[in-house]
């Protein structure tokens, strides 16, 4: 089966970081993306992990443990457009699970 | 720019019509997804195909089908929708099926009256 959790929703201060975490527990594991998803907006690749260690991509980082199924996204510098979901998913035989997303809510 | 086109935005049918949502791409990508999200959750694949091949997920329900006429193009048919299938219909591509990241459409909100 396949179990993927995030927290709901996360509140930040603008020019803060924060640290979006994400567990899995999946039957087979080819690698773990992140997505932003602005409100009624298609979600948006961020960042790709298929190697234990630190992704960076500008103010975007994201984190892979494949012995504990654990990853997070780190957004640094915050601002207020970076208020959208943040997916989790992760990848297998070609398909993509997702999780049900961390609502980031950025406030001045 | 190369992308992945959905028409249209918002599509409301009748309880029981049959309706179907279209999905383009220049990406020239071998995969397309069609995925059925609800607000607050995860974006649920339906089905997909590699190029003319058709993988349907177990729990699809029978009243949604799909075709892909060509590498472009990829239709989602609804054939009785019910309440219950008001949702955000998105479209995804990738290259190929090596862990590729996917592009989204902006989807087509689907409402039932």
């Known amino acids: 089966g396949q179990n993927i959790d995030q927290p709901t929703e996360m509140t930040a201060t603008e020019g803060a970081i924060v640290q979006i975490n994400c567990t899995y527990q999946?039957?087979?594991?080819?690698?773990l993306f992140w997505y932003q998803q602005h409100a009624g907006e298609a979600p948006t690749f961020l960042s790709y992990n298929v190697l234990d260690g630190l992704e960076e991509k500008g103010r975007f980082s994201s984190f892979l443990s494949r012995s504990k199924g654990y990853s997070y996204l780190l957004l640094k510098e915050l601002q207020m457009k970076d208020s959208a979901s943040y997916l989790c998913a992760v990848s297998n035989a070609g398909k993509s699970t997702f999780g049900d997303g961390t609502t980031l809510t950025v406030k001045p | 720019d190369a992308m992945v086109i959905q028409n249209p935005r918002y599509q409301v049918t009748q309880f029981g019509k049959p309706v179907t949502l279209s999905c383009s791409q220049t990406l020239n990508h071998n995969v397309m997804y069609w995925y059925q999200q609800k607000s607050s959750q995860a974006p649920k694949l339906l089905f997909h195909y590699y190029d003319k091949d058709f993988n349907n997920e177990a729990d699809t329900p029978d009243n949604f089908q799909s075709r892909r006429p060509n590498t472009s193009f990829c239709f989602l048919d609804i054939r009785s929708p019910g309440l219950g299938d008001a949702a955000m219909y998105l479209c995804a591509t990738s290259l190929d099926r090596s862990n590729q990241p996917q592009h989204f459409g902006d989807g087509t909100r689907l409402s039932i009256l």
């Open positions: 999946t039957s087979g594991f080819n690698g």
